[in-house]
């Protein structure tokens, strides 16, 4: 691997320019398209056509020299001395950007369809604590991008572990800035079928819409019909009735572009796991690479459904150290992974193993507040329908109430029996959901805080809801005892104070 020397300013690679000017001409022609959709559309005489011309070209060459500059300015490099990686930017005032080895949290790669064309890389630097949370080079080629990425975050650890000396961090755990990446402990690719697979799974109650639209326009054309022999031999009749069709058709065509839209975003899914990170790497359209350490990891969550279990098919969500404004963008989802490889993320990313010594369930007046308030919408019904009683009749509102309070009843026991907290000295772990199984992974030393509130009506009983706070996110568990938890709450408030280990 080529030893490039960051310590010198470093600029682009050179066909970086050509995606500069591109990005120029993409937001000049969705400005202007107003003005091309007028020349288009009326009739103009060749003056006109003449200046709009001239225009046009001096626009372009007038982007194309921005772009030149903006290329020439864009400089970046590692300052040793100072601990920072300094990116230099900007066309008529330039813009330094230092950023504190200490504050690098992430470095990803990314890379739409013009950059994979070109052969280049967008190298993201996400930073913790800072406003602007992403510092990006979008032309690398990938050899100068994975040595980058390499130092930066070899860089990043080693001084963390300076400052942190007293930490568990293991030396091993670092990365020399001249190390070279070796092959893979192990690694596993998602295959196209296996995410046309969790495309249609994840939409199964669209996929039984289709099989009952379809059952009871069947159910309605030939099973009830006196005149069956009659419409068989005039088929005419059928395309006249084609509304029937047209119902299926926009089913078939929403769940296909469901499946649609998860191939696009998973396609090419591609875990590979070295001796101190988890590569991802995923994406059609956008291509986004990330190299995950354990020591950034703060929340993970496993999800699957009824039938994607069936199939082995398991979703793990990665949160990492992040505001509360930007949880969702810092959550890296891996889809449609088999429970094997999903053990393996779990071993990676947790030293200790994941074990529960007892586990809280919630009250059951939580069953009962479920219930209660799936029932209020029944009684607004109820309330108007005696208002208006020709809109329904007795048998059938009766009918379809029932068949709502026994639905309603079933979900809400499954929900109240699935919710679980379980604990040990070293995890939290919470079990929940009903058709979508979640289990959510958080290690004590993570915790930032416990959050206990107690409405005015939970007194009585002793209730209170529970809130677990961590930087990748919150976990929430509610009505359970006071006086049950309240040893709980004890340790991990006592954990939270004594805890040397970094968070983060």
């Known amino acids: 691997m080529p030893d490039f020397n960051f310590s010198e300013p470093q600029r682009q690679s050179g066909v970086g320019l050509v995606l500069i000017f591109a990005t120029s001409l993409y937001h000049i022609g969705r400005n202007l398209w107003v003005v091309v959709f007028y020349f288009a559309f009326k009739e103009v005489d060749q003056r006109t056509l003449f200046f709009a011309g001239a225009g046009l070209m001096f626009l372009l060459l007038l982007s194309l020299a921005y772009s030149i500059i903006y290329f020439l300015n864009f400089k970046f490099h590692i300052d040793q001395k100072n601990e920072e990686f300094v990116l230099q930017k900007g066309v008529f005032s330039t813009d330094v950007i230092n950023i504190p080895f200490r504050k690098i949290q992430q470095v990803n790669f990314r890379r739409n369809i013009l950059q994979r064309i070109i052969g280049v890389y967008s190298v993201v630097v996400e930073t913790a604590g800072s406003q602007d949370k992403e510092v990006e080079i979008k032309a690398l080629s990938e050899e100068k991008a994975n040595v980058l990425a390499e130092r930066l975050m070899a860089l990043a650890e080693e001084e963390r572990a300076e400052a942190a000396a007293e930490s568990s961090l293991d030396d091993s755990e670092l990365i020399s800035p001249d190390s070279t990446k070796a092959l893979p402990q192990w690694e596993h690719k998602v295959s196209l079928w296996t995410l046309v697979k969790l495309g249609l799974t994840s939409n199964y109650l669209r996929g039984v819409g289709i099989i009952v639209a379809f059952y009871f326009t069947l159910r309605e054309q030939f099973m009830f019909n006196e005149d069956l022999s009659a419409q068989l031999q005039e088929p005419q009749v059928y395309f006249s009735q084609g509304k029937y069709f047209f119902i299926i058709f926009l089913l078939l065509v929403g769940m296909l572009l ?151 009843s079933v979900y809400n026991f499954f929900y109240f029996k699935n919710l679980q907290l379980g604990i040990s000295e070293e995890f939290l772990l919470r079990h929940s959901g009903v058709w979508i199984q979640k289990e959510e992974y958080l290690e004590v030393f993570r915790l930032q805080a416990v959050s206990v509130s107690q409405p005015l009506w939970y007194k009585k009983r002793g209730l209170v809801n529970l809130t677990f706070h961590s930087a990748g996110g919150d976990i929430g568990f509610p009505m359970v005892k006071k006086e049950e938890v309240q040893p709980i709450l004890n340790y991990l408030l006592y954990k939270i104070e004594v805890t040397e280990k970094a968070w983060m």
Do not use: C
């Not at 591609?270 to 986004?288: A, S």
């Not at 949160?319 to 969702?328: H, K, R």
């Open 258 to 408: 469901t499946v649609g839209e998860i191939v696009v975003k998973y396609f090419g899914l591609h875990l590979q796991k070295y001796k101190d990170t988890l590569q991802v790497e995923m994406g059609l359209r956008n291509n986004t690479k990330v190299n995950l350490k354990a020591s950034r990891i703060q929340l993970l969550q496993v999800l699957t459904n009824p039938i994607q279990k069936k199939m082995d098919l398991f979703q793990v969500k990665i949160s990492l150290a992040s505001s509360e404004n930007d949880l969702e963008k810092n959550q890296i989802k891996v889809v449609g992974l088999p429970p094997h490889v999903v053990e393996q993320v779990k071993e990676y990313f947790y030293q200790s193993k994941i074990r529960e010594n007892f586990r809280i369930k919630p009250s059951k007046y939580l069953l009962f507040k479920k219930i209660s308030r799936g029932l209020i919408p029944l009684v607004i019904i109820s309330a108007f329908l005696f208002f208006y009683v020709q809109l329904i009749s007795l048998s059938w509102f009766l009918g379809i109430a029932s068949v709502y309070i026994v639905l309603l």
